[in-house]
């Protein structure tokens, strides 16, 4: 099978990028992070997202175990959209504002860490154009922050991204959304033609919920213009054991009542 396109172009994006890593040190102090070395599950994600891509797909539903480093490469993702689309109109859509501000200074340290002059100049966050709502960038591209949680005041928000207009998205943990008349008025937003358009969507489970476990299904069902798929512990890297590597430690197990 030849392979797709847009994922060699992204994988050259993401070698010049650093991220910070709980399983990594540092080694260089002027250096934001580390090198994203991308794990299997990544790479799992990517092909899917780069084939889907490449047969006129647009819209990706990832079902995804807690710790796969989805949210890490999706965020990558994000960056390139905005970066190689002049223009583009973009939404992270969170969980909690905790979260929104997490993925904010991310991005901050995402494009931080490129070597200087990689984008040119085309492309830079505007000064006095970063906030908690959104980053504007020097290419005219600009992404919103949402929050859908299930927070009180997000959970009553049943007009989310109203007045708006997006070409894309990245909605994380969509499970924890608290609003399934919020999220139905934000994906009215969404672009149905724009030829640029990628809207991606990406949560653990939580059950029958009302609103990821349909999502996920409208993913199966329409084989033509959306695509779903899982990524499960067997594709994390950290959840892996090497035969060249040192055996497990040794644990006690005990039976209750034994």
């Known amino acids: 099978m030849q392979e797709p396109k847009w994922l060699e172009l992204f994988e050259t994006f993401v070698a010049n990028l650093r991220i910070p890593s709980k399983e990594e040190a540092r080694i260089d102090p002027k250096s934001p992070g580390v090198p994203l070395v991308l794990w299997d599950s990544q790479?799992?994600?990517?092909?899917?997202?780069?084939?889907g891509l490449d047969q006129g797909i647009r819209t990706f539903f990832c079902l995804k175990n807690r710790q796969a480093g989805i949210s890490t490469i999706s965020l990558a993702i994000t960056l390139f959209w905005l970066a190689m689309y002049p223009g583009t109109q973009g939404a992270l859509v969170v969980d909690t504002d905790s979260n929104r501000d997490k993925f904010r200074l991310l991005l901050k340290i995402y494009i931080a860490s490129f070597p200087k002059g990689f984008f040119g100049r085309s492309f830079g966050v505007v000064k006095g154009r970063d906030n908690r709502n959104f980053t504007h960038f020097t290419n005219g591209s600009t992404i919103d922050y949402l929050v859908a949680g299930k927070t009180k005041g997000a959970a009553r928000n049943k007009t989310l991204g109203e007045s708006r207009g997006y070409s894309f998205c990245l909605c994380t943990e969509v499970a924890n959304y608290g609003s399934p008349e919020g999220i139905q008025s934000?994906?009215?937003?969404?672009?149905?033609?724009?030829?640029?358009?990628?809207?991606?969507?990406?949560?653990?489970?939580?059950?029958?919920?009302?609103?990821w476990h349909p999502m996920w299904y409208e993913g199966l069902e329409d084989k033509i213009t959306k695509r779903s798929f899982f990524l499960g512990?067997?594709?994390t890297e950290t959840y892996k054991y090497s035969p060249k590597g040192p055996p497990p430690e040794p644990r006690l197990y005990h039976t209750f009542g034994s």
């Open 186 to 211: 934000f994906r009215e937003t969404l672009a149905e033609k724009h030829p640029n358009r990628l809207f991606i969507y990406e949560s653990t489970a939580k059950g029958y919920d009302a609103i």
């Open 43 to 51: 790479r799992l994600y990517l092909k899917n997202v780069a084939e």
């Open 233 to 235: 512990w067997w594709a």
